[in-house]
């Protein structure tokens, strides 16, 4: 199966009597890299959750073209890759071993080439036998990131892709979700590094407490829409404490 | 190889591979259970002579107690780098996760019994390998059955806070019928006059709680893992 969008329609997701989605609706399109911004708390990595099928909406719908997480199950998992905050590695297993393990699990096809192709994207040829627990973040950013696109998934979820990276690592990993774009991917990066990610985004949303907005284009930088986009709904969440 | 029984296999061979390198739950639980027996051993053999029927029930309570910390441990694991999400999203059954870690766990308890069941033999002068065939189906039975339902209380309570008191306190009143029947089943192979047929019928019960046990949580395991 494939999909060629995704659409959240009025989803929201509470956890007991918190909020963490409220009414989000948005559509991407393949071909597109979208920038999820918001604070701290703000709920990016719960709509990167309920978008990679880990958790379900407590109420609204989420579609994958004509599908559904319900209609699709495995299938629809085999198109998903998802960078999560923890990286979903496990640090005893080298390199290869890690990513043969979920190679396997994903039944790519030759994985002994796609996963040595990985870890040569990933710059751990010399380091590929040795566990990953001697790894720094950097190392274990780039290797989790190829792990999550090593079945070459048409959505791509990417929680704060550049933690940890140096100066080299986060260029590379520019012209990866470029070239993601190019492939017709459907890419979206929660970030708070705004001034990485603006060259490459088509277009920004944010979410803050649990609502999401679009940052409307414009000249001015990514920084400053971004904080126009969140002044008024930071004074309207204040608005209310203060009477 | 189908892609259940694939998944099944690739799921426990990671478990062994992570266990062979980093041995902390095979010395852990193997610690745990020969300090168990021992300090049993002290409490209930006099002049070289052990309470009668004490020793099948001191290897249970070891089984028990060490399948516990194993259990707990198995999914610690794939909490600490949230490895269990990863596997959740992967497109593949979710019940062959289940398999695979429950496979993973009897792995490693049964290299645990290979050193307590002789311990026990030894510590309570039992005869643990008189009818070898028939111990070792109440082990693997009993040991399964356990693991079982421990596997999916193990999974489902991973992101509980106070999981650690959460699952012996959810694991042994469930399990309690496959613990009763392991120890009366060994028992019935170590007294005086060795009761053959009730060994055979403990070891009956034990694999229909089995078969119970593993539908149930086959069943139930994708339910209780979506969030």
Known sequence: ?243 | MNPFAATVWHVMRKDLLIEVRSREILYTTLFFAVSCVLVFAFGFVREGRAVEDAAAGILWIAIAFSGTLALGRAFERERHNETLRALMLAPVERPAIYLGKLLGVLALLGAVQLVVVPLVAVMFQARLFAHPLLMLGLLAAGTTGFAAVGTLFAAMLVRARSRDVLLPVLLYPITIPVIIAGVRGTAALLQAEVDLPMARAWLSMLVFFDVVFITLALWTFEPVMTE
């Open chain 1, 1 to 243: 199966m494939d999909f060629t969008s995704v659409t959240f329609t009025d989803v929201s997701r509470h956890f007991g009597r918190r909020r963490a989605l409220s009414g989000v609706s948005f559509r991407c399109e393949a071909g597109e890299v979208v920038a999820l911004l918001g604070p701290n708390g703000a709920g990016k990595s719960t709509l990167l959750a309920v978008a990679s099928t880990l958790l379900e909406p407590t109420s609204g719908r989420v579609q994958y073209g004509e599908h559904t997480a319900r209609s699709a199950r495995a299938r629809l998992r085999a198109r998903i890759g998802l960078l999560g905050h923890e990286l979903f590695v496990y640090p005893e297993l080298s390199p290869s071993e890690n990513l043969m393990f979920f190679a396997r699990l994903y039944r790519v096809e030759d994985p002994d080439a796609r996963v040595g192709a990985a870890i040569d994207r990933a710059g751990l040829t010399a380091r590929r036998d040795d566990p990953v627990s001697g790894f720094s973040r950097g190392m274990r950013q780039r290797l989790a990131l190829e792990r999550a696109l090593l079945h070459d998934p048409r959505l791509v979820l990417l929680d704060e892709p550049f933690t940890g990276l140096d100066d080299a690592g986060t260029v590379a990993l520019r012209a990866r979700l470029a070239a993601l774009r190019d492939a017709r991917r459907i890419v979206v990066v929660a970030t708070h590094d705004l001034e990485t990610v603006e060259p490459i985004v088509d277009r920004a949303l944010v979410l803050q407490g649990g609502k999401l907005a679009l940052i409307a284009p414009g000249p001015d930088p990514l920084r400053d829409r971004y904080r126009r986009a969140c002044e008024p709904r930071a004074q309207a969440a204040q608005a209310p404490r203060e009477s």
